[in-house]
Antibody
Framework: EVQLVESGGGLVQPGGSLRLSCAAS????????MDWVRQAPGKGLEWVGH??????????EYAAPVKGRITISRDDSKNSLYLQMSSLNTEDTAVYYC????????????WGQGTLVTVSS | DIQMTQSPSSLSASVGDRVTITCRAN??????LAWFQQKPGKAPKPLIY???SLHSGVPSKFSGSGSGTDFTLTISSLQPEDFATYYC?????????FGGGTKVEIK
């Protein structure tokens, strides 16, 4: 069974940093492209970033509002995906979801349960 | 960037109603269009990909159609478990973009 479990969210002060983790099980992470998507309280879904699979050298794409402030990385030995965030501001307050992209068809076919990041002083 | 516009933003419907939600892209997206259902406090769930293909395990009361820039999600007979917010998303190119959502409420 495919599972994605995010962790690492919490309260952080403006200007601070945070690293979110996404533990994958039931499939080999390195075979799949992955996305991070966030949702501010009471708002819609917003794509944050994309990590291509090993065959595509783990290259990445980032949304304009977070580019330069986030880095997506992986640890194949742990079958885990990470989202490193820095220079956080109140507009980054959201539930952050990691999501698997279905191979060959490229839509999101599995979502984690999400982890809440709150940026506040 | 590709803008995705959903309409309506909310609707009220009764159990058994046929419901249609529209999603329009501001440029062609080669049918790389997905639909998701989200209930309060939960992660989104995939319903449709490729504009009209049903994700595994999704009941056939859900259907997607459209091409080019105009797409629709139809629920043939609304059931209590279908009251939720629905999002379209294009995955034709980066940045990936979502529609603003359509909240389906009980009349």
């Amino acid at each position: 069974e495919v599972q994605l479990v995010e962790s690492g969210g919490g309260l952080v002060q403006p200007g601070g940093s945070l690293r979110l983790s996404c533990a994958a099980s039931g499939f080999t992470l390195s075979d799949h492209h992955m996305d991070w998507v966030r949702q501010a309280p009471g708002k819609g879904l917003e794509w944050v970033g994309h990590s291509r699979n090993k065959a595509n050298n783990y290259t990445t794409e980032y949304a304009a509002p977070v580019k330069g402030r986030i880095t997506i990385s992986r640890d194949d030995s742990k079958n885990s995906l990470y989202l490193q965030m820095s220079s956080l501001n109140t507009e980054d307050t959201a539930v952050y979801y990691c999501a698997r992209v279905r191979g060959g068809i490229y839509y999101i076919d599995y979502w984690g349960q999400g982890t809440l990041v709150t940026v506040s002083s | 960037d590709i803008q995705m516009t959903q309409s309506p933003s909310s609707l009220s419907a009764s159990v058994g109603d046929r419901v249609t939600i529209t999603c329009r892209a501001n440029q062609g997206i080669n049918n790389y269009l997905a639909w998701f259902q989200q209930k309060p406090g939960k992660a989104p769930k995939p319903l449709i990909y490729g504009a009209s293909s049903l994700h595994s395990g999704v009941p056939s009361k859900f259907s997607g159609s459209g091409s080019g820039t105009d797409f629709t999600l139809t629920i043939s007979s609304l059931q209590p478990e279908d009251f939720a917010t629905y999002y379209c998303q294009q995955y034709n190119g980066f940045p990936l973009t979502f529609g603003g959502g359509t909240k389906v409420e009980i009349k």
